[in-house]
């Protein structure tokens, strides 16, 4: 075994799966005390839950007035389903795809729906051209690569008097990235991501130009029953006033309201910003300098600042894939850091999230414990050769 040291530092919070997500700093159970459980969803206790929940997620997004904004079933990938399920169809597509989560939705427009459909990918690490999209086509994509560590640094390439419509999945960048709302037409994201919420819900924010396409276009396909937005050619308007489509967890409403008001306590969208700027700068600053390792993404304008990945470069590690898992378990084995793990469908390396409600504190902390397993397993492997 390796005779470095362990470091002196342990991180407070060794939470830093990507989702579900570390729960906000001074979270406690004491602040769900008001959920209204073992009441209906549709009385008007539970409908002013679901209501004060779409208006915080308003005012904390900064989503302008217009936009529709629905709490509905299955999470992102429901949100994201209902979206092409419901809009798809009327025109060319063409669908992004930078990491496994994108690749799933090109699969389901391709083989699902069987559309007309251009398909542009990029590597992990890399994303797609964006100049070279053609935005009068129905646009599908991540803004932020979950999986792969990469996001889109702005929305400066899609175009104003664009044709088609945008429909971005937003679920590892919706409060802690600037999301450009006049160039998003779809949104979609879940609360257990950046917010640390509880899963099994979706959040689908629509613009004016959706819901015109909603009330003038229907698909060929039959829509199930938790896909329908609109009846007698108009939306419903209730899924977006705190109706949903079936029956929320009141626990998981009331987790999401105390998130939202913490969000609001530290400054809302300019706050939630600026925490996980820092954690991927206090990531940054430890990688570079460190010549045995690498962010996963090519270019620092596109790196993620909440699902940051890692490569390890090290050309004297036999296998790669191995070596980063038995860093992944040394540092959980010391209680340091739990499901750092790359994704299963990613390069071989770490994963560490960063997103708003991880404390800076912890991610410095947790940087040289990743140095010592690193230089501990190294040494293993060496007296195994």
Known sequence: MSDAPKPATRPANPRFSSGPCAKFPGYSYDLLADAPLGRSHRAAVG?????????????????????????????????????????????????????????????????????????????????????????????????????????????????????????????????????????????????QKVLGGEAAHGMLILSPRAVERLESYVPAWPLPKIFRLTKGGKLIEGIFAGETVNTPSMLAVEDYLAALNWAKSIGGLKGLVARADANAAAVADFVTGADWLANLADDPATASTTSVCLKFTDPAILDGAAFAKAVAKRLEAEGVAFDIGAYRDAPPGLRIWCGSTVETSDIQALMPWIEWAYRTELAAQSKAA
């Open 47 to 191: 409908k002013a839950k679901l209501k004060q929940a779409i208006d915080l997620t308003r005012e904390v997004l900064q989503v302008p007035d217009g936009y529709r904004i629905g709490i509905v079933p299955a999470s992102d990938t429901g949100a994201v389903e209902m979206a092409m399920w419901s809009l798809l169809g009327a025109r060319k597509a063409t669908m992004l795809a930078w990491e496994s989560f994108g690749a799933g939705w090109v699969t389901d427009v391709v083989k699902q729906l069987r559309i007309d459909a251009e398909i542009k990918t990029a590597d992990y690490g890399q994303i797609v051209d964006m100049a070279e999209v053609d935005f009068d086509t129905d646009v599908v994509f991540t803004w932020n690569g979950t999986t792969s560590g990469v996001r889109l640094p702005n929305g400066t390439a899609i175009p104003a008097d664009r044709a088609g419509l945008t429909i971005c999945d937003a679920t590892s960048a919706a409060f802690a990235m600037d999301l450009p709302w006049d160039k998003l037409d779809v949104t979609t994201f879940s609360w």
